[in-house]
């Protein structure tokens, strides 16, 4: 039996920007990426701690170190600059290799989206 399981979760980054005249799309800092195992195009979960607003989208890769993260089209509508929101993705697998599953779960500072030293 394959399950759903959380793969990779940013707790609580604020929304530095939100671009409604783009494609679509979450542009996130490569180094948040890269510490939360999310790879570009890899579709998301936004949870938006200050509305209740839940929606999904993918992942466009941002400038490393800038801490940007900017909701793209439709999905700038659901934020304002500077909620804080939760970011994840789920994987399918085995439901014996999901008991040893460790997903990727980051926390970083909330005030400049940087990871914690």
């Known amino acids: 039996m394959m399950i759903e399981v959380l793969k990779s979760k940013i707790h ?51 400038p490393r170190g800038s801490g940007v993260i900017c909701l793209n089209g439709a999905a700038a509508r659901r934020v304002q600059v500077g909620d804080i929101i939760l970011i994840l993705s789920y994987a399918w697998m085995d439901a014996e290799k999901a008991k040893l599953h460790v997903p990727a779960v980051i926390f970083p500072d909330e005030t400049t989206n940087q990871l914690k030293a």
């Open 12 to 62: 609580r980054v604020k929304v530095t920007e939100a671009n409604l005249n783009y494609i679509g799309s979450i542009t996130i800092d490569e180094n948040l990426m890269e510490a939360a195992n999310l790879i570009e195009n890899e579709k998301v979960h936004i949870l938006n701690n200050n509305n209740g607003e839940r929606f999904e989208t993918y992942v466009i890769k941002g």
